[in-house]
């Protein structure tokens, strides 16, 4: 069984900084892309940030030049290095990546979601 458990969400001043990590368990084989998304209160789940298994990068108009998506693949973890925090940015954020397992089956793959709150 895999799973992606997420963390460092929580309370942020405008302007602040905060990251995020995620980190994948279970019986796996391969993690291919990771992603990150976000849903705020009585809107719709929008996608933030992805990052191939070779590294390649690409993010969400909203958030390019403040969000840094990142892994670690030794670790088996994803992070996102939020900067310049704007009220907007409040949200639950969470992991997605789809995952290879023991038995060569490939899925699709959530956190439970972290929770980030801009505000003064």
């Known amino acids: 069984q895999v799973q992606l458990v997420e963390s460092g969400g929580g309370l942020v001043q405008p302007g602040g900084s905060l990251r995020l990590s995620c980190t994948a368990s279970g019986r796996i084989l391969r993690i291919n892309t990771m992603a990150w998304y976000r849903q705020a209160p009585g809107k719709q789940r929008e996608w933030v940030a992805t990052i191939t298994s070779g590294g390649n990068t690409n993010s969400a108009d909203s958030v390019k030049g403040r969000f840094i998506i990142s892994r670690d693949n030794a670790k088996n973890t994803l992070y996102l290095s939020m900067n310049s925090l704007k009220p907007e940015d409040t949200a639950a954020y969470y992991c997605?990546?789809?995952?290879?397992?023991?038995?060569?089956?490939?899925?699709?793959?959530w956190g439970q979601g972290t929770r980030v709150t801009v505000s003064s």
């Open positions: 997605n990546a789809v995952i290879q397992d023991y038995t060569a089956k490939s899925d699709n793959y």
